[in-house]
């Protein structure tokens, strides 16, 4: 229970100065500016739904890589064939954000009920090794796929469309972004209080003495990792429409290895800890990564300080441990 | 005779040459405490796992309210109402007393995907918890989280979440180790309580505390049963005194 109030400023500091920088890049015309802060967004509402699965339930997924390239893959796909004027799944005109995000989010939570139903029956590094290694198979099959782009990736030529807005504009875009990331942790507030939530942080713990008291953990950690990958999915999805741009390489292992920094960065399990960790992570590749091809030794650099020094990341060192009452 | 609540059909089970279970048939009565006594290396924990469900026997039955629960998971059998409570206090460490507690009723209940309704908001959850803990005397403790309390105190938590849980028996695995004097007397009194709720199956060391509680004792030596009776029959059995109690004369 967050009943810690340097832990409510700090969220509303991240949450509205995600909101307040770009709306005066927005007055100032910098469309750059927003444009970092929209990644931002997506790769925080990634690590949201990542911090479900690793923060919640200590489901270390070295793989979520994947659902947020198949979310982009979705988004890519749609585009494409709207843009040849072609059907998706029997939809005609299929680039719209409304009907993409579903289609998104169902497709990353079925692979991840697969993927799920075969890796959790592990724990520790064999589970690591497993998301890992699903996640690279579904890396080559796209790579490999030559209908859609192989390893060149698939050119988004149009943004796909949310009605009412024009999301070729840079504003337009990061507003729905950010609509849906605040979502995203209310969903994940809301998970982590519920009973769900409280079984789900217990088998983390302590799985033994969940299943002595009759939760199977293997159920609860297969719907937490479903709905993990859910999330980051949708935010695969934006990250497409972003960069016009549906990328094999948004399913590497590196993308995996960057959620979990995010995570660790700004505070495993803490609600607004992807956030910090974000803005950190696209903020050293926006400065540093100007100036050197090397700026993720940087970012290692911080990464090392945090895990020897600051345990639990940003949210931890200004607010304070978490107490889970 | 009434039927057993739980009852062990020719368990056996071995590791590689070792056979850490050996024929073992026990059964425990509605309303009795049955106390499984045993050396270090008997064979208890492997009984208690399989008898829980973590350790798949190699051969024999668990029957459990007259249902054959041999195959079923550690979760499954805790649902039909077996309660245990862990030799190392195995708790939920960053949780408090309450939510350990409140954990085991929300298991009890059934009721664990449930996404919307914050758990800690949850009054008549909160009251019930409250209420257990302060049965085993832990009231003044509930918001503390459990790796803070003390070693007794974590002893009494686990007995709470067993008490959450409203089983049909209670398998307690040496619920005194390492408790003071002056906590092991409590809770002998607590536990002669306790049995008029289920019968219990207490695996304990404390020889002084299981001759003060047991209705029957049975004494595992290598994975066997080597007697089986009343405390005055066991106290008399020389293979007993022999493999166990140590022939002090």
């Known amino acids: 229970m967050p009943d810690n109030r340097r832990e409510y400023a700090l969220n509303a500091v991240l949450a509205l100065g995600l909101l307040l920088v770009p709306l005066w890049a927005y007055w100032a015309g910098s469309p750059f500016t927003i444009t970092v802060f929209t990644r931002i967004a997506i790769f925080a509402l990634a690590a949201v739904g990542l911090n479900i699965a690793l923060g919640l339930g200590g489901m270390v997924s070295f793989g979520h890589a994947v659902y947020f390239g198949v979310g982009g893959y979705v988004a890519g796909i749609a585009a494409q064939h709207a843009f040849n004027g072609e059907t998706f799944l029997g939809i005609a005109g299929a680039n719209q954000m409304l009907i993409i995000w579903p289609i998104a989010m169902i497709a990353a939570g079925l692979l991840a009920a697969v993927i799920g139903a075969f890796s959790l029956r592990t724990s520790g590094i064999f589970f690591i090794m497993i998301t890992l290694a699903f996640a690279q198979m579904v890396y080559y099959f796209a790579i490999s796929w030559p209908t859609y782009g192989g390893e060149d990736g698939l050119p988004i030529y149009v943004r796909n469309t949310f009605p009412g807005l024009n999301t070729m504009r840079p504003w337009n875009l990061f507003i729905l972004c950010w609509c849906l990331l605040m979502l995203a942790i209310g969903a994940f507030a809301l998970i982590r209080a519920s009973r769900f939530g409280a079984a789900l942080m217990a088998i983390r713990q302590n799985p033994d003495r969940v299943a002595a008291v009759g939760i199977s953990p293997f159920g609860i950690k297969l719907a937490a990792f479903v709905i993990s990958a859910m999330i980051t999915g949708l935010a695969g999805a934006l990250m497409a429409d972003l960069s016009r741009f549906a990328s094999p390489a948004a399913m590497a292992w590196t993308m995996s290895g960057e959620l979990i920094v995010i995570i660790i960065l700004g505070g495993t399990g803490r609600l607004f800890g992807p956030v910090a960790g974000a803005a950190v992570l696209v903020g050293f590749e926006v400065i540093f990564g100007g100036m050197t091809e090397h700026w993720r030794l940087w970012l290692g650099l911080v990464l090392l300080l945090t895990v020897l020094f600051a345990r639990g990341g940003i949210v931890t060192l200004i607010a304070g441990r978490e107490r889970l009452g | ?249």
């Open chain 2, 1 to 249: 005779m009434a039927d057993p609540v739980l009852s062990l059909s020719h368990l056996s089970k071995s590791f590689g040459a070792l056979k850490a279970t050996d024929d073992v048939s026990l059964t425990l009565m509605p309303g009795e405490i049955h106390a499984l006594i045993g050396p270090n290396g008997a064979g208890k924990s492997t009984l208690i796992g399989q008898i829980s469900g973590r350790i798949a026997p190699d051969a024999g039955t668990i029957t459990f309210k007259g249902r054959d629960i041999t195959g079923l998971s550690v979760a499954q059998r805790a649902r039909l109402g077996l309660g245990r409570s862990f030799q190392i206090s195995s708790l939920i460490p960053e949780y408090s007393a309450r939510r350990n507690v409140m954990l085991g009723l929300q298991a009890r209940q059934g009721h664990s995907f449930r996404f919307l309704k914050p758990v800690m908001r949850d009054r008549r959850l909160k009251e019930e918890a409250g209420a257990i803990l302060s049965k085993v005397g832990l009231a003044g403790r509930a918001s503390v989280p459990s790796a803070e309390l003390s070693h007794g105190e974590r002893r009494l938590l686990e007995i709470a979440v067993a008490l959450a849980l409203e089983p049909a028996c209670f398998l307690l695995d040496e619920p005194m180790a390492g408790m003071g004097a002056e906590g092991v007397g409590a809770l002998v009194d607590f536990l002669r309580g306790l049995k008029a709720q289920a019968p219990i199956l207490l695996i304990e060391h404390d020889m002084d505390a299981v001759f003060a509680l047991a209705d029957r004792l049975s004494v595992l030596v290598y994975g066997r049963i080597i007697a089986s009776g009343s405390v005055e029959e066991i106290r008399n059995d020389p293979a007993v005194r022999e493999a166990y109690l140590g022939d002090s004369e």
